[in-house]
């Protein structure tokens, strides 16, 4: 239903300024199943899902959500993400709780660092809505309160390391803390030398759009570079809410990225991608990545087989558009990190010419040069400028 619509029916009381209002959002989330059933009716499935699922992890739909979610079909994509099914709280044989093995990354309570340049800041357990597929549940499931203290030493230990030349602001969702409280974290990483990037990781444009004020979008675009990394999952989510939070970052001046999550049965189909992905580019949004789930407890009904995923990005690598087309990208468990997979390009390596497969499978050979030396001279007398 249009908010304006939705409001009107079951918040009657409230202004459009107010349901426009991110504070009045978060204070006006549904955070127990009975409230939910104000709404709309819930399956049994999903009854039983929110009782089983209610002693691992929370639930929350602020008003925005609830006004986008189909009360009559059970497989919208905003109530599958947002609704816990019974299967969350099965636990099937090589599920994790540390899917990703971080816990030996963490050098301090609010730091991962798994990749040397890269360090991952958690600036909250609290999100607007809690993702049912979400990978890091055990942060995110409530009693792991993160602030000054935890960031005070996050930060020590990042102008420790010389070598962290980018800082990802994570969680929970960074967009709930009030802008000066966020601002003076990013003040004080922009006042380490060797802190180049900063990576803001939000899905606040999907879940609770109203955060992306402009006076919230000026101050990001004043710590450039810094980029938004969003997690935008289905088209349906791409509303023109939605779309007005991406346009006022991208205005601003801050480049939006996208990373979606290939959920089975929510988005894991060729056609739905294809309209993701250019749903994004429309709104300026770069896809980045399409994650594989990760082997997360309570999220193996997610799973796909990873070569549907590699599948999908042959059948899309065929029609959309390269800016379009994210990397397909498996975590490895138990602390491998990040590995992109690609449809198989290469059909056999050659000295003289390499035998290649095109997304529509034919082949075609490419002739390798007569020179293999490839090493550039210039190298021995140029030296990186210092900032
Ligand atoms: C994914 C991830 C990053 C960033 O990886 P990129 O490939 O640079 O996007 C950094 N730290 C952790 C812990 C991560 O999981």
Redesign the pocket.
Known sequence: MPSPSFRRRYFPQASAKQWGDWRWQMQNAVQHWEALERFFPLTPEERAGCLAAQKHFRLRLTPYVLSLVDPHHPSCPIRRQAIPLPQEAHCIPGDLEDP?G?EKYRPVRAL?H??AD?A?LLCTDACPMYCRHCTRRRLTRGGNPLGEGEWARALDYIRANPGIREV?LSGGEPGLLADEVLEGLLKRLRDIKHVEIIRLGSRSPVTLPMRITPPFARMLRRYAPLFVVTHFNHPKEVTPEAQRACARLVDAGVPVENQAVLLRGLNSSARILEALFLACLRMRVRPYYLHQMDVAQGAGHWRTPLRWGVGLMQELGARVSGLALPAFAV?LPGGGG?LRLAPEGVVAWGEKETLLKNPEGRHYSYPEPLEDDCHCPYDAIWTAPSH
């Open positions: 990703l971080e991962l798994r990749y890269r991952l990802i975590d990040k």
